[in-house]
């Protein structure tokens, strides 16, 4: 008992100590913003590249223009009361605060990104939140930050991914693993199947097509958690590839945070090319591949990160070979059933990832 509670005391110094030091970093940049204009020369702010596949640190001078400046120190204000107080805000709440100053939503979701990049500290140690947009549901149970208790299994509907990863603990689960689902009917429909009990205990995500950071977050606390296989269910197309390495590997717009939102064990469990032409999906079901689904799958395969999955590589080059593309509803071409209680069940059965 003495040992959990000196680490519980370690921990609560750590997190004093961080939200001290983004407070400081703060008023350093404030006070250096006010020493410039009192000596009568424009403000500049350093700031990191944050849309780099190598992540460089490439520094920018950005000038500030009188727009920019109030709408950047009205954000620092926000984080830097939000942080004292110890309490939460979304991009959302920041936005309708003043509208008339931001103009969009766009502008306080550049910003705030660009000051997590700048203080070097994820964004939700700044205290602002995304609202989420994923569901969630299978053998999971846990505690949000205000007590709420979750159970993504006594619903027959999902559940909601939290706006607080960092906030969820007390996660118990009997999963075997964790299946990603590219969209939300493909979701809807392994849960109208009772997918998640079937096969053996499991939890799936959805994050609703291209994720949001919540969804992200998520299945990358159950990974550190739960330690079990993470596997992704997307569309055999280029834009369902990306959708997958955005969980494995990161966006670029958010590759300064990277190392915190990916998980590096994704495996890629279905819709493979190559399993269009081992299962004889039916040539009406399948799709051409336009001009731009060929520009994409030519940009995903020179990135730097491919090189290390010759796999996926050959899948995405039959795909181009072959200039065709299906979503994972043209299964149902085979039967109506074929998805859930054939091609997931041998597929997880036999070892039919890569």
Known sequence: MGTQAAELFTEIDKLRAQLREILTHIENIILGIVTSLSKGEAPVLTLPNRSSWANVRRVIHVLFVSLFKAQILKILS?????????????????????????????????????????????????HVLATSKGFIAGDLRYIEEDGTRIDCHSSSAAVAVSSNIGGIKNIVSSAKFVLIVEKDATFQRLLDDDFCTKLSPCIIITGKGMPDVNSRLMVRKLWDTLHIPIFALVDADPHGIEIMCIYKYGSVAMSFEAHSLTVPSVMWLGLLPSDLQRLRVPEDALIPLTKRDESKLGSLLKRPYLTSQPDWQKEMELMQQTRVKAEIQSLAAIAPDFLTSIYLPNKLRYGGWI
């Open 78 to 126: 926000v984080i830097y009361r939000l942080v004292q107080r110890n309490s939460y805000a979304t991009k959302r709440d920041i936005y309708y605060n003043n509208t008339q100053l931001f103009g969009s939503q766009t502008a306080v979701d550049s910003i705030v990104d660009d000051i997590s990049c700048m203080l070097k500290v994820p964004r939700r140690s700044l």
